[in-house]
């Protein structure tokens, strides 16, 4: 668990994500998640501000199903797990 510039508690988890977009489902990854949003590895870049549907399975609870919005993106990987290719995503709920 760490926190972030924006005082917000994010923790570090890897969970499979569906991502209901404007171009169909697409799949991912956590890599962290806040009360907020979570930044998603993914292999298709999506555009900032688009809206899309998650949901996020959960190890031992039912999966999240949330509203979101694009706040930022990654299209390439640099191979450094550190600036993973991906999307920022903040919960529209």
Not at 21 to 48: K, W
Request: glycine share 6%.
């Amino acid at each position: 668990m760490k926190q972030d510039k924006r005082k917000r508690m994010r923790y570090d988890v890897k969970y499979p994500v569906m991502m209901l977009t404007s171009h169909g489902v697409l799949t991912g990854e956590t890599r962290n998640l806040s009360q907020h949003g979570a930044f998603i590895r993914c292999p298709h870049p999506l555009q900032v501000n688009e809206r899309l549907f998650l949901i996020i399975e959960l190890p031992f609870d039912p999966p999240l199903e949330l509203p979101a919005h694009v706040v930022w993106s990654r299209p390439t990987d640099s191979g450094d797990d550190r600036a993973p290719q991906g999307v920022a995503v903040r919960f529209t709920w």
